[in-house]
């Protein structure tokens, strides 16, 4: 009974304090209707000219065959899912998890012929383009110098998932909240927020209760390890350990970024890695007490192997993406035509049209938002943090001899 009024609470402040329509980011394209928000079905003739432009190679991948572990994750995501649920409703156009399996069926089949062949994503698959046109942005795994013993050099902790973090679906309590979570905690009789950044780091509210798995020389290190999600630590014996994405305190994210702009201490133009670290070395006073303004903080578990993301399933660099599930849900296929800066110091701007699956979330990547994987470390981060376009994005549904089952178009 005391759980069931926690419950009612928290369904009280939801309702009070949530807003439940997903935003977007960037202007319509061209070939979108003035504020036109959803999919639309690109038809046959144009999908197949857009076929014709897709090339592995922009993606660094050789062949289009490169994408079968990748469609594996996916796979065993999919797998888990309730087939005959709806997956998304956006708009018109509601999927199920069921339709986006029989994707990934159809895309696997035909992947040896889809080198010399691409016009049969357009013939075995309907396009739909995803308006407003989405920005597209980049992430990658940070390797981080850290230890598991803290000392003089190692003083920053990465914290374990802490048990009194409660997590609720809210899809699970009215369909249209369907992609939202929201995270708490229980103080007392009430239902209250997760602490935030600022009563973890500066007020030590998790201190002593043993959830320190390790420990970092560079707090702004630390604070990007928690902007990407998940990275490496490179332990002192020159190991590498992968810090995995464990849970998060549910606060809205801000980046450092917009901090600094807000207080004048730097301006557009001036936001590189670079500048920001100096502004705030250059500010020892201020600089914790500015971090600590982005209220979202990630928790931790250390494991091996490839960077995961919020399916549980490994990351594949150029691939994989971060998506917002109320918009595009995890385990989707699609599309995406960009053009990508260089990947590194002299080289050259690249268009890429290429294939993509939603693999990963994140605090910041909220309706209309990707954000593309680029890979594990510091080579990676020059590309990813400089990815900032406007992205045509297609959700890619195998088609049916007649409208397919799974899913269903209003009029």
Not at 80 to 106: F, H, I, M, Y
Not at 200 to 224: C, H, M, Q, S, T
Not at 252 to 271: A, C, H, M, N, Y
Not at 311 to 334: E, F, H, I, N
Request: glycine residues 10%; hydrophobic residues 40%; proline residues 7%.
């Amino acid at each position: 009974m005391l759980r069931s009024s926690y419950l009612c609470t928290l369904a009280i402040i939801i309702i009070l304090g949530l807003g439940l329509g997903s935003g977007c980011v960037g202007k319509p394209h061209r070939s979108l209707p003035a504020r036109h928000d959803g999919y639309t079905l690109v038809s046959p003739r144009e999908a197949m000219a857009l076929t014709a432009r897709l090339s592995p190679q922009g993606q660094e991948l050789s062949s289009w065959l490169d994408l079968w572990e990748a469609l594996g994750h996916t796979m065993a995501y999919l797998r888990t899912k309730p087939q005959n649920e709806a997956a998304v409703r956006r708009g018109d156009v509601q999927v199920t998890w069921g339709r986006l399996t029989d994707s990934v069926l159809r895309l696997l089949w035909l992947l040896p012929r889809l080198d010399a062949e691409p016009g049969l994503l357009a013939r075995e698959f309907a396009w739909y383009r995803l308006g407003p046109e989405p920005l597209l942005t980049g992430y990658y795994a940070p390797v981080v110098e850290a230890s598991t013993k803290p000392d003089d050099d190692y003083r920053y902790p990465l914290y374990a998932v802490p048990p009194d973090l409660m997590r609720i679906n809210l899809g699970s309590q009215r369909p249209e909240w369907r992609g939202q979570v929201h995270y708490y905690r229980i103080a007392g009789t009430e239902v209250v927020p997760y602490y935030s950044r600022k009563e973890i780091e500066l007020d030590g509210v998790l201190k002593g209760r043993n959830l320190e798995i390790a420990w970092v020389k560079d707090p702004l290190a630390l604070f990007y390890l928690h902007v990407q999600g998940s990275g490496y630590l490179r332990m002192p014996d020159g190991s590498l350990v992968k810090a995995q994405y464990g849970s998060k305190n549910g606060r809205p994210f801000k980046s450092i970024s917009q901090v600094l702009l807000e207080k004048g201490q730097l301006r557009q133009g001036e936001l590189s890695r670079a500048r920001i670290a100096a502004c705030l070395e250059a500010n020892p006073d201020k600089k914790h007490e500015w971090l600590s303004e982005n209220e979202s903080f990630i928790f931790f578990q250390l494991g091996q192997g490839q960077p995961r993301g919020a399916m549980g399933q490994p990351l594949t660099a150029m691939v994989s993406l971060a998506t917002d599930p109320r918009t595009m849900p995890l385990g989707a296929l699609m599309a995406y035509s960009t053009d990508l800066p260089a990947a590194h110091p002299g080289g050259t701007p690249r268009r890429v049209f290429g294939l993509g699956l939603a693999q990963d979330t994140g605090s910041a990547i909220k309706g209309n938002r990707f954000d593309l994987f680029c890979g594990i470390g510091k080579e990676r981060e020059y590309l990813a943090s400089r990815i900032k376009v406007e992205t045509a994005v297609y959700l890619l549904l195998s088609r049916e001899p007649s409208l397919p089952e799974g899913i269903a178009t209003k009029h």
